[in-house]
């Protein structure tokens, strides 16, 4: 066991705070990473504050770590020290369920496990990126390109291919037209990617406030919310959207209302509750309502593969881990421009 720093949530109610955790030995098929940007997801907000259920605490989140190979096991034939490298939401799967044969062990039929707040192998509870180290099995890391900056290609690890693979999936493209519903950490790379895949991408947005970056980042269109008569104008319209709210309290079928024939509306936001849908808004144009979890790991690498090659990297604010508790804040407000990325030396 390796003592390293990190910063914890000691419960659901509390600040984060600096403390100190065990990294395990590397094994043979481990890379031991040195961190060096993580970033905040709402994701560890809705964790570390108990949304999705019970907790063990003191808990470490991030789950999208950047940083470089320090040290590899002896059967580790993928990365060499010194390289550049990312670890995602996901740090191991069962490796033999129909999903995982299927290369999307993002779909483990078992539950894959998770970089935080999940059972590994060895009983204990896996501790995530707000941290100065972290020790992964080889087949769950990623390769970073050198042409995303370094401080910003963290949230590629969990925003971007929760926005990638559904994009992908859903065939966004030339000729299709795409919604991003909040233009938040996730949103703001739904709608750089789709752009960056030749879609024709529209932003719904609580407000206007964010129009000028929504357009710098590649939409064609930004609405807000606010305004009923956005509603009425858009119906009809969209093959795609892409739903990145973390709240339930949305009007769902006002939304699916907007999509044309054989449209998806794919929720990528997770709040806890259920969400409300009648079928007779999915008869009307056929549509579908979906869900999308992450990415593989062979999605995650050619995300990150397409972002260097198209020049998408997220926006990021670079923070102390002092500032984590504010940041939090400022994410459940909506003001974050566009993600928090925690500068690792400083934990
Ligand atoms: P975020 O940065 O907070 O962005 C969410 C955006 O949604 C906000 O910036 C805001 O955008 C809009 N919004 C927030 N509250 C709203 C409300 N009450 N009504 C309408 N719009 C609202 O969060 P994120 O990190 O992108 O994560 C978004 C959600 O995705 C979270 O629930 C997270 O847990 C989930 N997630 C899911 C996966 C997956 O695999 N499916 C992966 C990662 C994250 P505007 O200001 O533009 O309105
Ligand atoms: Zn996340
Ligand atoms: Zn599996």
Request: proline letters at 4%; hydrophobic letters at 40%; charged letters at 20%.
């Amino acid at each position: 066991m390796t003592t390293v720093n990190a910063f914890a949530a000691p419960s659901a109610t509390e600040p984060l705070v600096r403390t100190t955790i065990e990294r395990r030995e590397v094994g043979e098929n481990d890379v031991s990473i040195a961190i060096r940007y993580s970033g905040i997801c709402h994701s560890d907000i809705h964790l570390v504050r108990g949304d999705w259920g019970p907790v063990t605490y003191p808990q470490v989140v991030g789950h999208e770590i950047a940083g470089e190979v320090v040290a590899i096991g002896s059967a580790v034939t993928k990365f060499s020290v010194g390289e550049r490298v990312g670890v995602g939401c996901m740090v191991n799967s069962c490796r033999e369920c129909e999903n995982c044969l299927a290369g999307m062990e993002n779909y483990c039929l078992k539950g894959n496990t998770q970089t935080y707040g999940s059972v590994d192998r060895d009983g204990t509870i896996t501790q995530g990126g707000y941290s100065s180290h972290v020790v992964v099995d080889q087949d769950f890391v990623l390769r970073i390109p050198e042409a995303i900056p370094y401080e910003a290609v963290a949230p590629l690890l969990c925003a971007g291919i929760t926005t990638y693979s559904p994009l992908a999936h859903w065939n966004a493209g030339p000729g299709t037209k795409v919604a991003v519903v909040g233009m938040g950490g996730l949103g703001h790379l739904a709608v750089k990617i789709a752009a960056a895949k030749g879609a024709e991408v529209t932003v719904l947005s609580q407000t206007l406030s964010k129009q000028e970056d929504g357009l710098a980042f590649g939409a064609e269109h930004y609405y807000a919310t606010s305004d009923p008569t956005t509603f009425k104008t858009l119906r009809n319209t969209f093959d795609l959207i892409i739903n990145t709210v973390s709240s339930a309290d949305l009007d769902f079928n006002a939304y699916l209302k907007l999509l044309r024939l054989d449209g998806t509306l794919v929720n990528v936001g997770a709040p806890p509750q259920p969400i409300p849908v009648s079928v007779f808004t999915l008869f009307g144009n056929r549509r579908s309502f979906a869900g999308s979890g992450i990415g593989s790991i062979a999605e995650t690498q050619e995300m990150l593969d397409f972002c260097a090659e198209h020049g998408v990297a997220p926006a990021v604010e670079v923070i102390t881990a002092d500032q984590i508790n504010d940041a939090y804040e400022r994410v459940l407000g909506s003001d974050v421009r566009y993600r928090f990325v925690i500068d690792a030396a400083t934990i």
